[in-house]
């Protein structure tokens, strides 16, 4: 392992430059662009949950999707306004900073040639340039993995610039916390101070602990050395609450340091790993009464890749009518205890059947394994043929695993480091396969991957210049053995496109005036699913825009239908009924219907029958 001189950090920056430079190209292609303009599914409500953190509304739940990057996203519009172009250039200079690090981390663990076709491969990955460009927390999240890692396998005692960077941005995410966190100490009123006690708690004991943790390092001779292993703990700790799905990289990591390291930079390393964690702690427990470390996501995102309509890829495919996330809304299940009922569901099937489950984690792992780019919340294709640039010849997964193989077969045995690179990679692939494959799942897991693709391409031109024909030839048939593998589309997954993404689509065409192809999105739905809540939703929605309340009546019915507590199409409803000065009682009696199983029809005939009569009238 060999530390980085002045000369090839300069020349890192070059592809990280070059990597800015197109995501502004592209960033220019699509700001204008509805699918860039109206947020759906996780990203709205990531950016509605910083707009009040802004506006210092206290937390009334635990932590469900990833805790910080709601308090990130704050920070960011507290400074420049409530804008997605803004949240687009921050993210746009972290992945910069991405493709620095990995170029830096390849130099450490090989060399300096390699770090810098490290850098420039991601440079040219596209998907990179897709998430920094949404909002979602891959990209920061990226960030902390790579400068984690970075802290993770150095040996001097200083800790890089760019982690220093990274540690900046991973605690703006409590940062956001900071307006709900003041209003506590300006309360008079127990009752409304005790509400903005979570978001006081978690600043706190984050400011508290980090700010010891520097102190105490920095006072102790013994630990100065050790310092900048808490300050990547403290990164590794920032790390699950950006997105809980790299918490087993970190894991790993740990092991890693306790391996190489010493007894002090161990313990500095967890106590910082400790900081975020009792923070997001306090704050769950502030507000539920339940031990919740992280966040309540686990067991809902179990079941969602392990039911018995899963096919792995979709996460609304949660069987005929949702029928276990209505049962948990009626039961009125939150925090701790839905995660737990959820768990109980995704367990149930696992056992009941396992010859199925069985079947799904493969498909899960071939979709993780594949070039494919795996839709989930957006269209990744749509956005991507939008950008001019995106006719340039960029990576994919299809070129880049085949090559990192061949590297990792090659470094392990002359690189100990490299171990940590292909296990961190894996753990990215493992949360695939135990919850649901999508393409925000795998990226940080590619961007450790791409050291050992550079590295194995630097392993083929060395035997070449050799000519050893013997290796030469040996890693040419691995080569093509697992590109013949990753770019079959064996599961015939590359033209899917999933209900909920032409849903979301119609959404967006909707609030963009297209109201003609929004209809015509969501009918395409309904031949496909004719049980979709959001598909009638979005007819309903289209025929108020048109003027026809009792149309959009109607639908607004068959979403409930097929769906209870679809609150929109009830709030839709009741607003119908409201401005006819019709009671909304009939209404309730057919909820009240559907839930009990019971006598829905009969009840949804009056409703009609009474409410259209009063609607057209």
Known sequence: MQPADSKTKF???????????????????????????????????????AKSLLEGIPSSQPFFLSPLYPGFLATIYYFFGVSHVAVAIVQGILLAINIYLVGLIATRIFTDRVGLVSASMMAFYWSFYYFAGEILPTTLCTT?????????????????????????????GF????????????????????????????????????????????LKRNLRAHLPAGLSGLLAGIGPLVWGGSSAHMAILTGRLGWLRSRGALVLWL????????????????????????????????????????????????????????????????????????????????????????????????????????????????????????????????????????????????????????????????????????????????????PLAAYGLSELLHFIRRRDCKSMIANILLITGVAFVVNTDFLDVSDTEFPSIIVNKAHVARLSGDLQRAEQLARDVLRQEPSNAGAYFQLGAIEVARGKPVRAFSFFLDSLEHDPFHYASYMQASRILAEAHISTTYLDAYLDALIGGKGWSEARGKLEGYGNRRLQQ
């Open 175 to 218: 940062a956001g916390h900071i307006p709900a966190a003041i209003r506590y100490l300006r309360e008079s009123s127990f009752a409304h101070q005790e509400s903005h006690l979570p978001n006081f708690l978690l600043v706190t004991i984050f400011a508290i602990g980090s700010g010891g943790l520097i102190a105490i390092g920095h």
């Open 144 to 172: 902390i993995a790579l400068a984690a890692t970075l802290g993770a396998i150095s040996t001097g005692s200083r800790l890089h610039a760019v982690s220093i960077v990274a540690l900046v941005a991973g605690a703006t």
């Open 271 to 450: 106590c910082g790993i400790a900081i975020p964690i009792a923070a997001s702690l306090a704050h769950n427990y502030a507000v539920s009464r339940q031990v919740i470390p992280v966040t309540t996501s686990f067991g809902v995102n179990l079941f969602i890749g392990n039911n018995e309509a899963s096919d792995g890829m979709d996460p609304f495919r949660l069987g005929e009518n949702d029928r276990a996330r209505i049962e948990a809304d009626h039961l009125g299940l939150s925090g701790a205890r839905r995660s737990a009922f959820f768990r109980r569901k995704a367990i149930e099937f696992i056992r009941s059947q396992p010859i199925r489950w069985l079947k799904l984690l493969g498909r899960k792992l071939i979709l993780s394994l594949g070039r494919f780019e795996i839709d989930n919340n957006a269209d990744i294709s749509e956005r991507q043929s939008v950008w001019k640039l995106s006719r340039i010849v960029l990576l994919d997964l299809g070129i880049l695993f085949p090559l990192a193989v061949v590297g990792a077969v090659g470094a392990i045995p002359k690189h100990r480091s490299a171990a940590i690179l292909v296990l961190g990679y894996l753990s990215y692939t493992v949360i695939c396969v135990v919850f649901f494959a999508c393409e925000r799942f795998r990226i940080p897991g590619i961007a450790l991957l791409i």
């Open 11 to 49: 020349y890192l920056m070059v592809p990280a430059v070059v990597g800015f430079g197109l995501f502004l190209s592209y960033l220019a292609d699509i700001r204008l662009q509805p699918f860039f303009q109206f947020l759906v599914a996780n990203p709205l409500v990531y950016d509605q949950q």
